[in-house]
């Protein structure tokens, strides 16, 4: 079992920048792909990036890419999100996932992972 815990959401002008942490613990000794979420009242969920257990391998929704930046910590069983040029339409509670890895190189961009955190909220005013 991972339990995975968000932070580092809050309200930011448009334009400004903030980054989420995913704090993982439990049974962190295995190898797991990682994903960010996001979700809007009255939206469903989608991704919006992922990454492999060795980091090499990442995935943006095209509308988050060149904006936002996914990147992990092992050693610290962390997961971060790096987002600039924050927009009003960001507006939503961020979600982080972990999918259990064959490989070093796997990443899961559909919906489908084994475990989930409880969400950050992140509002950009215009």
């Known amino acids: 079992q991972v339990q995975l815990v968000e932070s580092g959401g809050g309200l930011v002008q448009a334009g400004g920048s903030l980054r989420l942490s995913c704090a993982a613990s439990?049974?962190?000794?295995?190898?797991?792909?990682m994903g960010w979420f996001r979700q809007a009242p009255g939206k469903e969920r989608d991704i919006i990036a992922a990454i492999s257990w060795s980091g090499g391998v990442t995935y943006y929704a095209d509308s988050v890419k060149g904006r936002f930046t996914i990147s992990r910590d092992n050693a610290k069983n962390t997961v971060y999100l790096q987002m600039n040029s924050l927009k009003p339409e960001d507006t939503a509670v961020y979600y982080c996932?972990?999918?259990?890895?064959?490989?070093?190189?796997?990443?899961?961009?559909?919906?489908?992972?084994?475990?989930w955190g409880r969400g950050t909220q992140v509002t950009v005013s215009s």
């Open positions: 996932a972990a999918d259990q890895a064959g490989t070093n190189w796997y990443i899961r961009i559909s919906g489908e992972y084994d475990y």
């Open positions: 439990g049974r962190t000794g295995s190898r797991y792909a």
